[in-house]
């Protein structure tokens, strides 16, 4: 008879442990969902963060490309001193 009551005791505490554990690990997967979606939103922002750098430096590469070029330089050296080929029409912008 005691042998049946500590063996009833037994499963009672097991029971309860595993119900302990069940919850346990249920709390930390909703944590961990929450915590899992927070970071795929910054991971999309910081994607589009990534490619709008990208896309500017692309930009900026381009404008430098052009400006280092030589008919960029030709035709800055001509605008600020006034001279070009013969025939050419020189225009100033109005300031």
Do not use: C, W
Request: a negative charge; proline letters at 1%.
């Amino acid at each position: 008879m005691e042998e049946n009551k500590s063996q009833q005791l037994l499963i009672k505490i097991i029971v309860l442990f595993a119900g302990l554990i069940f919850a346990a690990l249920l709390v930390v997967g909703i944590i961990q969902t929450f915590v899992h979606n927070s970071l795929l939103a910054r991971q999309q922002a910081l994607a589009l963060q990534n490619q709008n750098i990208v896309q500017q430096t692309e930009e900026v590469d381009k404008e430098i490309e052009i400006r280092e070029g030589e008919d960029y330089l030709d035709e800055l050296y001509e605008q600020e001193n006034e001279y070009g080929n013969e025939g050419d029409v020189i225009i100033k912008p109005e300031n």
